[in-house]
């Protein structure tokens, strides 16, 4: 009878414990936006193409937002910003925004990436990783679309060229 008693507060203890810890995982990751929910303000210093801080309620709301997050050393981030480049060319006298939000700042600079790509839109420092956790939830490359109103119309981790 007294081992089932202490089974069970143990149970009850570990079930706590996890609703806990996936509490404060929440707390310290925060929110992953997916299709169909509305961003709040985001953003992050500009690192290259652009000063200061980029803001999504003064930059991006009431535009249609494609970003791209990356890493610097990841062949397939680096295959990939040849054609986030071309949507910049491609759109840029439509309402339309290219931004990408970096990190791990060890194959090249900020700067250094934006030169090697041929990069003309603005790139976020996202080293503190701000950015990709509000939206990232796998591979990277990691691609979103947000459309003028703020809902995240498109995302998708990994490099797939067909899609974009």
Known sequence: MMRDKMKIRKTIYWIVGLLVFVGWTDLVWGQTYTVGDTVDNFGAEVCVNGEGDWDYNTDGLHKIVWLNLFTSWWPSCQAEAPLSENISQVY???????????????????????????????????DNNTIYPLFGTGYIPHNIVIDGHGVVLYSQSGFNQTAI
């Not at 194959?107 to 839109?121: D, P, R």
């Open 92 to 126: 840029q006298s439509q309402p339309v925004v290219v931004i990408a939000a970096g990190s791990d700042w060890s194959s090249y600079s900020c700067e250094g990436w934006a030169s090697a790509f041929g990069i003309t839109y603005p790139i976020l420092d996202d």
